[in-house]
């Protein structure tokens, strides 16, 4: 059974950084393609990042393009997701999830192991 595990959130002001974590354990290949979503306070959860299994290809939703980026480190079995110039409407619990296929997915149902969540709360 694949697990994953997120860490690094906190409470930060706005135009603050922060770097999330995702690790994973009980896999039996790296070549999972890892999605990070997250769920504002009352919203639905939403797409964020994504990066195929090699970390050669990525895609992010528009609201963070040029400040979240996200990659992976196969050998630690961890993806990152390093957020800049963090705002309000980041505040959210951030989630990672892992699927064993080609390629990348922005669709949650695609993911078939999730992690916990850790929450991220930006300040004015």
């Known amino acids: 059974q694949v697990q994953m595990v997120e860490s690094g959130g906190g409470l930060v002001q706005a135009g603050d950084s922060l770097r999330l974590s995702c690790t994973a354990s009980g896999q039996t290949s790296s070549r999972y393609a890892v999605g990070w979503f997250r769920q504002p306070p009352g919203k639905e959860r939403e797409f964020v990042a994504t990066?195929?299994?090699?970390?050669?290809?990525?895609s992010y939703t528009d609201s963070v393009k040029g400040r979240f980026t996200i990659s992976r480190d196969n050998e630690k079995n961890t993806v990152y997701l390093q957020m800049d110039n963090l705002q309000r409407e980041d505040t959210a619990v951030y989630f990672c999830a892992a699927g064993y296929f080609l390629g990348m997915a922005q669709r949650s149902g695609a993911y078939d192991y999730w992690g916990q969540g850790t929450q991220v709360t930006v300040s004015s």
């Open positions: 990066i195929n299994w090699s970390g050669s290809s990525t």
